[in-house]
């Protein structure tokens, strides 16, 4: 990919732009004057032929014939290339022509043209043709009718070339004298003009995992046409910082928790070998194994599933999707969660109202609910309730899942959806939970275009919702999802 400089392209297009000015200048001017010398020039062509056509005369004695007096020819306009004329009559009795005339050089003179331009001995002419003129000076007697005549006058062109070449050259030179300094000022303000461009791609090439410190200058700031790049630098920088601040914490979360699995089940096994046990002793310990490494697949899926929505969350894979019943997925959810919270005695509330539709997979609806279940069925107290409510407005449905369990912090409330973020900061161990839940149901949500927000009151209890677009009647609009369902890691199995 070939590279090329903004500066340059901005000087070379102001450069291109003043030179195109002066040639256009030049070009109108010389245009403007050619017309104006030639109107001038044929004025006074006309006017010596017609004080040519002035000097034909009938003698005072009333002799017949015309006379021409030539002494009163008026000087030519150029010394050395001199003016032609002729007059004649229309009687063919009378022609009267320069001294430099030759009788073959008005023989192509187009029939009816007023001006007529041709070249004599390589020098340009142009000539103007008086037609049907009278005879001024006249005497009694003369017969009637009157003759009438024909005058052709040329003179050379030269000096309108010559003049408008002098006004061209100096209009270009005026003109590059005036480029210059104007070029100078222009290459002075557009350096000037992308400094603050140049300080915030500085700032920029700066940025690194070691440095997100991104302040550009006052002067960067004050410009209107970087106030958008400005705001989406720091928009995408501060992504990007979260991002990696999350990834890294995500990193040694999963460590963590890999490890003290490991850590687990490495350490009853090494019980095991210790001394020689009864078969009972090992069974014991080979099924308290086989819970560590049960709990150690399941948090290898957990993490396996997170990744794998987020990556077709941000991909925006679509796919075709049936119109399912958001409460059928809810109760779905239920059923699952119903052993669990039996064991703990608490009772999980659902009153499905209307039916409300949206285009998802069924799987993945019921991942959220279960998820937000198991959250609140594990921090509830025993012989409390969880309820689930469902609230349609037409375009969007909330669904809310409520408990009345020890609240959040308002701390620690906005950051329940992060990944291994649980409620127990000693890791216990008593929930069986990894954290991963509302991270994946937050992940699953934003993959459907919804969202997903937690309110708490300490001693009251927890009230996580989900808004998610649904279907009007007869709509047939679809939402951007995960891919199909055999690729899904939410489907059952």
């Known amino acids: 990919m070939k590279r090329f400089s903004l500066k340059k392209r901005l000087i070379g297009a102001v450069i291109l732009s003043q030179l195109l000015l002066a040639l256009g200048l030049v070009i109108v001017a010389s245009w403007y004057a050619r017309y104006y010398l030639r109107s001038a020039f044929d004025v006074n062509l006309e006017g010596r032929a017609l004080s040519v056509a002035a000097l034909v005369y009938y003698p005072d004695d009333g002799r017949p014939g015309l006379l021409f007096d030539g002494s009163k020819i008026p000087p030519s306009s150029h010394v050395i290339h001199k003016d032609i004329y002729l007059v004649r009559s229309d009687h063919h009795d009378f022609e009267q022509h320069s001294a430099n005339y030759r009788s073959a050089l008005f023989d192509n003179i187009p029939n009816g043209a007023r001006y007529w331009e041709f070249q004599d001995q390589g020098e340009p002419y142009r000539a103007i043709i008086l037609r049907n003129v009278p005879i001024l000076d006249t005497e009694p007697g003369v017969p009637q009718p009157l003759p009438r005549l024909t005058v052709i006058y040329a003179a050379p062109t030269m000096d309108i070339g010559q003049r408008i070449t002098a006004l061209a050259a100096a209009i270009a030179f005026t003109s590059v004298v005036l480029v210059l300094p104007t070029v100078l000022l222009a290459i002075w303000s557009i350096r000037r003009t992308l400094t603050p461009l140049n300080e915030l791609a500085a700032q920029a090439k700066a940025i690194s995992v070691h440095n997100w410190e991104f302040q550009p200058s006052e002067k960067a700031k004050e410009a209107i046409e970087l106030e958008p790049l400005i705001g989406a630098i720091e928009t995408v920088l501060a992504g990007l910082q979260r991002a990696f601040t999350r990834q890294r914490e995500f990193l040694g979360d999963a460590a963590h928790e890999l490890k003290t699995s490991l850590a687990i089940l490495k350490s009853t096994m090494q019980s095991l070998m210790n001394r020689p046990r009864d078969v009972q002793e090992y069974r014991s310990g080979l099924e308290h194994m086989t819970e560590d490494s049960d709990r150690l697949e399941q948090l290898l899926n957990r993490m396996l599933r997170l990744a794998r929505v987020e990556q077709w969350a941000a991909d925006g894979i679509r796919r075709e999707l049936e119109a399912v019943d958001i409460a059928s997925t809810c109760e779905m959810a239920i059923a699952r969660i119903s052993e669990l919270a039996s064991s703990r005695d608490i009772k999980v509330e659902f009153a499905p109202g209307e039916v ?135 489907a059952r199995r």
């Open 356 to 490: 409300v539709l949206m285009r998802a997979d069924p799987a993945d609806l019921e991942l959220i609910w279960l998820n937000l279940l198991e959250n609140a069925v594990q921090y509830s107290p025993s012989g409390s309730s969880v309820r689930v409510l469902m609230e349609n407005d037409g375009d969007r449905v909330r669904v809310s899942v409520i408990d009345k369990g020890w609240g959040i912090p308002e701390a620690d409330l906005e950051h329940i959806f992060d990944r291994f973020r649980r409620g127990d900061p000693s890791r216990s161990r008593t929930t069986g939970g990894f954290g991963l839940g509302l991270a994946i149901a937050k992940s699953v949500v934003q993959a459907y275009k919804g969202s997903i927000h937690a309110q708490s009151t300490i001693g009251e209890g927890t009230r996580i919702s989900v808004v998610l677009p649904v279907l009007r009647p007869g709509s047939s609009s679809e939402v951007q999802a995960l891919p199909s369902n055999e690729d899904a890691p939410f």
